[in-house]
């Protein structure tokens, strides 16, 4: 009898620790208060003027993959057909583009590189090719990154923090990592009454 109030106590208190969002020093959010607001100029497509000089950028970037050539050219011919309506391009030419590129705020996590090479034994002769190069990785900090996710307010709503079980007509549902049966005895198995 009292195990069976104890655990229940356990459970509650659990589930009311499980989840809760919390400030970047820890400390428990009361349920329901807003965000932070964030910094914003107005213009939702900043650093772009607009939607269009974000798809284009989105375009010639990710798209077609454009040399900075091909985007010169383009943004030439943008630029002489404009003039005659007293209008500019969206971008003066391929060096303005990859800087707005890369003063989008979102997604600033910095990217970072080493050397790979091989350094075991070479074996006489003629070597494979991949035992005598340099290779470059690129690569930006994963915990850097989730902390970019985890503070988007786009997705505020959308995470599951912690594991939960979902029944509907007795049968369990399970619709993500979270409502799985492993991220759910991770959670329990340091219970031991």
């Not at 309506?85 to 303005?96: L, N, R, S, T």
């Amino acid at each position: 009898m009292v195990r069976s109030w104890l655990l229940d106590l356990l459970l509650q208190i659990i589930k009311l620790l499980l989840g809760r969002i919390c400030n970047e020093y820890g400390d428990f959010i009361p349920e329901g208060t807003p965000p932070q607001p964030q910094p914003t100029s107005g213009n939702p497509w900043e650093p772009y003027s607009n939607r269009i000089d974000f798809e284009l950028a989105r375009f010639f970037y990710k798209e077609s993959q454009s040399s900075a050539t091909e985007i010169d050219s383009i943004l030439h011919l943008w630029k002489a057909s404009l003039e005659q309506h007293g209008d500019i391009a969206p971008f003066k030419d391929h060096q303005e583009l990859y800087a707005t590129i890369d003063a989008t705020p979102l997604g600033d996590t910095s990217w970072d590189s080493f050397n790979l090479h091989f350094s075991g034994e070479i074996p006489e002769g003629e070597p494979p090719e991949w035992m005598t190069t340099d290779f470059e990785y690129w690569y930006r900090d994963p915990r850097a990154l989730v902390h970019g996710i985890l503070a988007n307010p786009d997705f505020a709503h959308q995470l599951d923090y912690a594991p939960y079980q979902e029944y509907v007509d007795g049968k369990h549902i399970f619709s993500n990592m979270m409502s799985g049966d492993w991220a759910w005895k991770q959670a329990v198995s340091r219970i031991t009454l």
